[in-house]
């Protein structure tokens, strides 16, 4: 039997994936992307004579999915790989992070404090096995680990800036997978030419195989009735067999009908969204890749230097920084006029770092995002929302059912497989029954 028609709604990587995977296994493909862009939270913007990225992104050496993907396109090659280093401003001072002897000199932290958080951290991953930590509190795990003051001197500000407040109460099953991911790993690697590059190429592949990509093509109501039926702004209609979504839910719901809505999981997330700023320097910050901002006066929770793992080149000769903070959508710095977070987070890294003068700062540029990924709750495991929509011939790939992996390219190449897998293993959607979950 043949396979129908699925049309990928998102032209972000899981959409990407979803779809160069679909092409491969022979399953015509549509893919929806509402913006003029590919590649979402993974996409660029035209600066000078360059593409760079709007959110700072690096490719782990665990990135198993990627890596694979990579290979398939003929890019893994195009990863160069450096060994980078980490640092920390605390109370608007800066610290290298990273040796036993960093550790040691790391005055922030009381003597004791220090030898137990290098202890700690040695063992952690150790610690965590074999414990029901999608069911514990992050901080309750962490502060029976590290004691009090390290918690609130570091770990709290350090981890919390992903999550904000709430990040205590996150499972603290989501921290182990991270540091998994990037614990001790100091070696990150950045494709030649950028995201760029291997978005362009996941096009390529998707058409060369057959597939259509849709750019400007947002969805304003989705249905299913026998199959999917799919409203763009516009009002032209696309119909498909079967259909996957990559949106994030919060979006998905606001775009069923009521049939629809009412077959949608029930778990209802709060999402983090980021704003982010981009600084084009004359002169590089220092020689730390990554550099969480603590009770340093400044709004943004952490700094992303590119130099160290790209150099220059790729930004016509300038030093490029992330500055980025976490937040709510509806909050009021997210809500922000860009030109005003520019004008006062330039003020606050000067203010950081004295050795930088106003005329170093050549251009900033400000990105936000309202969907980053969403803050679990405990135990989320059991809770996490079924690919299939029940009954229906609709499947979901978003960042609510990779955890308990770490939000990434990764885990979004790695679900994307998933998924297709299901959809070529049933080749026909038998009417009325939808996909057996
Ligand atoms: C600041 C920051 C730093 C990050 N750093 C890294 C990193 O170093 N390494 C890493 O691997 N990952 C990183 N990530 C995470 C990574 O970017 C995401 O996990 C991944 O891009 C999610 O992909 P996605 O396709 O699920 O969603 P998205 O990228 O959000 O894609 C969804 C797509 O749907 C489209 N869409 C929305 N509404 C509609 C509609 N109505 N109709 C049609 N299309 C629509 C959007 O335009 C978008 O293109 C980072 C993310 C951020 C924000």
Redesign the pocket.
């Known amino acids: 039997m043949g396979h129908g028609h699925v049309v990928v ?8 994936a979803t779809a160069h995977r679909l092409v491969r296994e022979g399953i015509p493909v549509t893919l ?4 003029d ?7 660029f913007f035209p600066w000078r004579d360059r593409w760079i990225e709007r ?6 050496p665990t ?1 198993d999915h ?1 890596l694979g993907l990579l290979d398939e396109l003929g890019l893994r090659d195009s990863i160069g790989w450096r060994r980078t280093r980490m640092g920390m401003v605390v109370d608007g001072r800066s610290f290298p992070f990273n040796t036993a002897l960093d550790l040691l000199r790391f005055t922030p932290l009381g003597v004791l404090d220090r030898l137990r958080f290098g202890v700690v951290s040695l063992l952690l991953r150790r610690l965590g096995r074999g414990k029901d930590l999608d069911g514990t509190r992050t901080e309750d795990w962490l502060r029976g680990l590290y004691g009090d003051r390290v918690w609130e001197l570091l770990l709290a500000p350090l981890f919390g800036a992903k999550f904000g407040a709430r990040f205590g109460d996150v499972p603290a099953l989501y921290l182990w997978q991270r540091l998994g991911r990037e614990g001790a790993v100091s070696v990150r690697g950045y494709p030649e030419g950028g995201y760029r590059a291997v978005i362009d190429a996941l096009r390529a592949s998707i058409e060369d195989g057959g597939g259509v990509v849709r750019l400007d ?4 109501r989705i249905g299913v009735d026998g199959g999917v039926r799919i409203e763009l702004d516009g009002g032209e209609v696309v119909s498909a067999e079967r259909a996957v979504s ?3 839910l919060p ?1 998905l719901r606001q ?1 069923a009908d009521d049939d629809l809505a009412a077959r949608l999981p029930e778990v209802r997330l709060p999402y983090q969204g ?1 704003v ?1 700023a981009l600084f084009f320097l004359r002169r590089p910050l220092s020689g730390h890749y990554w550099t969480p901002v603590v009770r340093s006066g400044a709004e943004f929770d952490g700094l992303i230097q590119m130099t160290p793992l790209v150099g220059v080149r790729p930004y016509s000769g300038w030093h490029l920084v ?1 500055a ?1 903070r976490y937040t709510d959508r509806e909050s009021p710095l997210f809500r922000e006029d860009d030109a005003a977070i520019a004008a006062r987070w330039t003020a606050q890294l000067l203010e950081l770092h004295p050795s930088l003068r106003a005329e170093d700062v050549d251009d900033v540029r400000v990105f936000k ?1 309202p ?3 969403p803050v679990y709750p405990l135990g989320y495991l059991a809770r996490r929302p079924p690919v299939v929509v029940d009954g229906t011939p609709l499947l979901l ?3 609510a059912h990779v955890y308990p992996e770490v ?6 190449v790695g679900l994307a497989r998933r998924v297709v897998g299901m959809l070529a293993e049933a080749p026909q959607r038998v009417p009325g029954q939808g996909i057996p979950s």
Not at 37 to 43: A, F, I
Not at 55 to 60: A, D, G, K, L, N
């Open positions: 709604v998102g032209g972000g990587i899981c959409g990407l929806l992307e509402g913006s862009q590919l590649g979402g939270l993974g996409t959110f700072y992104h690096c490719v782990m990135d990627l093509a947002p969805v304003r990559t949106l994030p979006l775009l980021v982010n992330y980025m995002a969907f980053v990924e790939a978003t960042t939000t990434s390219w990764n885990s979004s």
